[in-house]
C-alpha cells in the first residue's frame, strides 16, 4: 500500500489553450496531439452531475462529477478497465479526489487530473492522486468505519475552474504485491471542493473576573465552546505545570488543598500555540454533533496529508477546510479524521472536535485509532524534505500532548491492533510511542523523507517535557 505519492507528470499544456486528446495516454508519456481549442471553448459540466447538493448553508461547497459506469458487456481479463472525464469547465474549486460507494473496494489503478487555474488561465501538468487511502480512516469494526465510502486522498490543486480526469485499472506502478482484480469500483465520481470562506472572527471575550487569590487562568482547561477562542496561545512549561496544578485543585480540591509543589512534576512539554476549529474556520454543520472519545492517549501517529506541496502557509486553513469537508461529505466521516495538523511553516491546528487536551477518537490510522492521537503534516513528503519547522511543531506538540497521559516519546507502548493489513485485530503489538503511520500499516505514509525525521523528533519531544 502506499500514500504518499503525488507526482506532476510531464504532460503540461501551454497556458491558456487545451490540447485536445482523443485517447487519453498512458502514465508518463508526454500528450503528442497538436490540435488546440481556446479554453472558453471548453463544455460546462452537464445538468443533474451532482449527486451531492450544488450548495448549502455552510461556506463551500462539494460538486459531484460521476464517472462512466464500466461496459455492460465487459468481462474478466478483457485488459485495464479505462474511464475518463473530458475537459470541462466547472465552478470554481480548491480540492479535490476520487469516491465510490463501497469502503472496502479498493481503487487498484491510477487516476491522474489536471485542472485549469483561475488565476493564470494556464492548466497544470498530470498529477496523480494517491489511491490506497482506506488505511486513513476509522476502524471497520465502529460506526464511523461502517459507514464511510471508499476515496482517494484529496489533492490540492489551488482554485481552479476546469478540470479533466483519466483512471486506468492496474495501472499503478506504485502498488505493492499482485493486483486482485482488473475492475474499478461501482459508483465513481470526481467530488470537486471549495473550501468556502473562514467566517469573519468575533472580538475575543474578555478574560472572566476570578475570586482573589485565584488563578487567573488554568492553561491546560478547555475553554466553553461559546468561547473558544480562535489561538490557543503558547505556553511555557512553568505555565504548562501551574494550569494543570490548578485543574487538578479543581477536580480534586482535598489533594490540591495542600497547597503547590507537594506533587511530583510530570514529564510535560510546554503547550504549543494551537490554531482552533474556530481560528481555521471549521463549519461546525458538518460534523456530527457528539464527541467520540478513546482511552487514555498512549501513542501518536504521524501521518502527512498526501495532499501535495503546492500551498502557501496562508493557505493552509483553507486546505484544511478542503480536507474536513471532503472527510465529511465525500468519506462519510464524522468529522475531520487526524487529531491534529501541522502545517510546513509549523503552525499546528486542532482536528477533530471534541477538545484538543482530550482523548479525542480519531479517524486516521487503520487498526490503531484507539488510544492514541493522530498528526497529519500537511503535504506529501515521500521524495521531498519536510521542513524542519513542521518537524519541530511535530516535537512541541507531541511533547505536550503525551505529556498530559505521561507517555515518554522516546519509549514504546503496546498497542491492540483493531485490524490491519499488519496485524490481526486483537494482536497486542510494540509501538514506538511517537510512530509513523506505516508502523502500523503497511503503508508509504507518512512519507519517507518525514518518516526519518521521527527519531529527532523523538528526542526533541523528550528534552522539551524534562527527560
Known amino acids: 500500500m502506499t500514500c504518499a505519492a503525488v507526482l506532476a507528470l510531464p504532460a503540461a499544456l501551454p497556458s491558456g489553450a487545451l490540447a485536445a486528446t482523443a485517447a487519453h495516454p498512458r502514465a508518463g508519456a508526454a500528450d503528442t496531439s497538436t490540435g488546440a481549442r481556446a479554453a472558453d471553448a471548453l463544455p460546462a459540466a452537464p445538468p443533474g452531475a451532482h449527486p451531492l447538493p450544488a450548495a448549502d448553508d455552510t461556506p463551500g461547497h462539494t460538486r459531484s462529477l460521476p464517472l462512466p459506469d464500466a461496459p455492460a458487456d465487459r468481462s474478466p481479463g478483457q485488459g485495464p478497465d479505462e474511464r475518463a472525464l473530458s475537459p470541462r469547465e466547472v465552478e470554481p474549486f480548491s480540492l479535490l479526489g476520487v ?78 504485491g499482485e493486483r486482485t482484480t482488473d475492475r474499478l469500483p461501482e459508483g465513481l465520481r470526481l467530488d470537486l471542493v471549495d473550501p468556502g470562506e473562514a467566517p469573519a472572527l468575533e472580538d475575543e471575550p474578555a478574560p472572566r473576573p476570578t475570586r482573589a487569590g485565584a488563578p487567573a487562568a488554568t492553561p491546560a482547561a478547555l475553554p466553553a465552546p461559546e468561547a473558544e477562542p480562535a489561538v490557543l496561545p503558547e505556553l511555557s512549561r512553568e505555565e504548562t505545570l501551574a494550569g494543570l496544578e490548578a485543574a487538578r485543585a479543581v477536580e480534586e480540591p482535598e489533594a490540591g488543598a495542600a497547597g503547590p509543589g507537594t506533587r511530583a512534576q510530570p514529564f510535560v512539554g510546554p503547550r504549543p500555540k494551537i490554531v482552533t476549529r474556530k481560528g481555521w474556520g471549521a463549519d ?39 480536507i474536513y469537508r471532503y472527510h465529511t461529505k465525500s468519506s462519510g466521516w464524522r468529522d475531520i479524521g487526524y487529531n491534529f495538523m501541522v502545517d510546513k511553516c509549523g503552525t499546528v491546528y486542532e482536528g477533530r472536535a471534541g477538545g484538543v487536551d482530550k482523548a479525542v477518537l480519531g479517524a486516521h ?103
Not at 485542472?115 to 486513513?136: F, M, P, V, Y
Not at 457528539?290 to 502527512?304: M, P
Open 284 to 322: 461546525e454543520k458538518l460534523r456530527e454533533k457528539n464527541f467520540a472519545y478513546t482511552g487514555k492517549v498512549k501513542a501518536a501517529f504521524v501521518h502527512h496529508s498526501a495532499t501535495g506541496n503546492n500551498y502557501t502557509c496562508a493557505e493552509a486553513p483553507s486546505v484544511i477546510r478542503g
Open 99 to 176: 469516491v465510490w460507494d463501497d469502503p472496502d473496494a479498493l481503487l487498484e489503478g491510477r487516476v491522474q487530473v489536471r485542472t485549469r487555474s483561475t488565476g493564470t488561465g494556464a492548466w497544470s501538468g498530470w498529477q496523480e492522486l494517491e489511491t490506497h487511502h482506506d488505511d486513513h480512516g476509522a476502524d471497520r469494526s465502529t460506526p464511523e468505519g461502517a459507514a464511510g465510502r471508499g476515496a482517494t486522498a484529496p489533492l490540492w490543486v489551488g482554485r481552479s475552474d476546469a478540470v479533466e480526469l483519466r483512471l486506468t485499472s492496474g495501472d499503478d506502478h506504485r502498488h505493492q
Open 365 to 467: 490510522t487503520l487498526g490503531f485509532n484507539s488510544n492514541s492521537t493522530g498528526i497529519a503534516v500537511l503535504g506529501s513528503y515521500s521524495s521531498v524534505k519536510p521542513p524542519k519547522a513542521a518537524v519541530d511543531a511535530v516535537a512541541k506538540l507531541t511533547a505536550w500532548k503525551l505529556g498530559l497521559s505521561g507517555a515518554n516519546p522516546k519509549g514504546k507502548v503496546t498497542l491492540t491492533s483493531g485490524g490491519s493489513n499488519l496485524y490481526a485485530k486483537g494482536k497486542k503489538v510494540s509501538l514506538h510511542v511517537i510512530s509513523g503511520h506505516r508502523d502500523g500499516y503497511a503503508t508509504e505514509c507518512p512519507g519517507t523523507r518525514l518518516y526519518g525525521q521521527l527519531g529527532s523528533a523523538r528526542s526533541a519531544s523528550a528534552r522539551l517535557q524534562g527527560r
